[in-house]
Nanobody, 122 residues
Framework: QVQLIESGGGVVQAGGSLELSCTAS????????MAWFRQVPGKERDFVAY????????DYVDSVKGRFTISRDNTNNTAHLQMNSLKPEDTAVYYC???????????????WGQGTQVTVSS
């Protein structure tokens, strides 16, 4: 069992930066792929990025490539999403998730945080 808690959301102006953190409980954190998804009201939960258990493999949705960076610290059971050059269209609730493989589809992930709101003003 893994419990995930996100932090770091907030309100930022377009062009600004935020870093989201995801803290996990449980001793098996390092065996999971970690991912970030985002969701706006009335739409499906969309993939943003994932990182392999070792941290060597990452993947990003095209719209955030070059602006967002996913990372993890297996010693401290944390995952991070550094978001730079934020745009109003990045506004969403951001969720971290833990799963067993490199997937972009939300249904492959077993554990989810409660979400953190990111609002980018124009």
């Amino acid at each position: 069992q893994v419990q995930l808690i996100e932090s770091g959301g907030g309100v930022v102006q377009a062009g600004g930066s935020l870093e989201l953190s995801c803290t996990a409980s449980g001793r098996t954190f390092s065996t999971y792929y970690m991912a970030w998804f985002r969701q706006v009201p009335g739409k499906e939960r969309d993939f943003v990025a994932y990182i392999s258990w070792s941290g060597r493999d990452t993947d990003y949705v095209d719209s955030v490539k070059g602006r967002f960076t996913i990372s993890r610290d297996n010693t401290n059971n944390t995952a991070h999403l550094q978001m730079n050059s934020l745009k109003p269209e990045d506004t969403a609730v951001y969720y971290c998730a833990a799963g067993r493989g490199p997937h972009r589809e939300y249904f492959f992930y077993d554990y989810w945080g409660q979400g953190t709101q990111v609002t980018v003003s124009s």
